[in-house]
T-cell receptor, first 114, second 115 residues
Framework: NAGVTQTPKFRVLKTGQSMTLLCAQD?????MYWYRQDPGMGLRLIHY???????AKGEVPDGYNVSRLKKQNFLLGLESAAPSQTSVYFC?????????????FGQGTRLTVV | AQSVAQPEDQVNVAEGNPLTVKCTYS??????LFWYVQYPNRGLQFLLK??????LVKGSYGFEAEFNKSQTSFHLKKPSALVSDSALYFC?????????????FGTGTRLLVSP
């Protein structure tokens, strides 16, 4: 029972490079989220999805794009990485279990942009 | 918009002593409040939640939280701390936008339990 799986776990990018972070959940959850975690700032919502084929912007969407082509996968893309995007990225999902309130998180992706 | 505040960056406590990690909230309507814990190099794990009912909520690993409406607080507590409780703790509140729910997190409080 994997829950929420993120790949890769670590990555170093040069400024201007692109990459895609993959989030996969096996709980058949409708809602999926991408957060970034920075020291002293908690977790901030980047983008979210309420179901397959739908995405929306969160608090800090600039410089990121997302896609949800399959219900179980939520991809986060950086088209042209900047040092300000150095962060730890977390994916989460929420489903009808536990009253539809408990979020399940992946282990995170630590991204460094140099 | 809903928000939570964690006034302490770090809490230090000796093993065996009671611990409290503070959280205050600002919401319109009835709050859905949560505590999550993050161990080093791991994702966040759900500890407990308050939606309605008893003001004292019990959760995982012996933690509990007290909802206080008059003080708009939701403090996390444990009667006897363990060294293994050392971690980063986040308070969160549910926010609803156009029928969609998201979690709004506090800035986190690092708990350090010394032997």
């Amino acid at each position: 029972n994997a829950g929420v799986t993120q790949t890769p776990k670590f990555r170093v990018l040069k400024t201007g490079q692109s990459m895609t972070l993959l989030c996969a959940q096996d709980m058949n959850h409708e809602y999926m989220y991408w957060y970034r975690q920075d020291p002293g700032m908690g977790l901030r919502l980047i983008h979210y999805s309420v179901g397959e084929g739908t995405t929306a912007k969160g608090e800090v969407p600039d410089g990121y794009n997302v896609s949800r082509l399959k219900k179980q996968n939520f991809l986060l893309g950086l088209e042209s990485a900047a040092p300000s995007q150095t962060s730890v990225y977390f994916c989460a999902s929420v489903g009808p279990s536990a009253g539809g309130t408990e979020a399940f998180f992946g282990q995170g992706t630590r991204l460094t942009v140099v | 918009a809903q928000s939570v505040a964690q006034p302490e960056d770090q809490v230090n406590v000796a093993e065996g002593n009671p611990l409290t990690v503070k959280c205050t909230y600002s919401v319109s309507g009835n709050p859905y409040l949560f505590w999550y814990v993050q161990y080093p190099n791991r994702g966040l794990q759900f500890l407990l939640k308050y939606i309605t009912g008893d003001n004292l909520v019990k959760g995982s690993y012996g933690f509990e939280a007290e909802f206080n409406k008059s003080q708009t607080s939701f403090h996390l507590k444990k009667p006897s701390a363990l060294v293994s409780d050392s971690a980063l703790y986040f308070c969160a509140v549910r926010d609803m936008i156009a029928g969609f729910q998201k979690l709004v997190f506090g800035t986190g409080t690092r708990l350090l339990v010394s032997p």
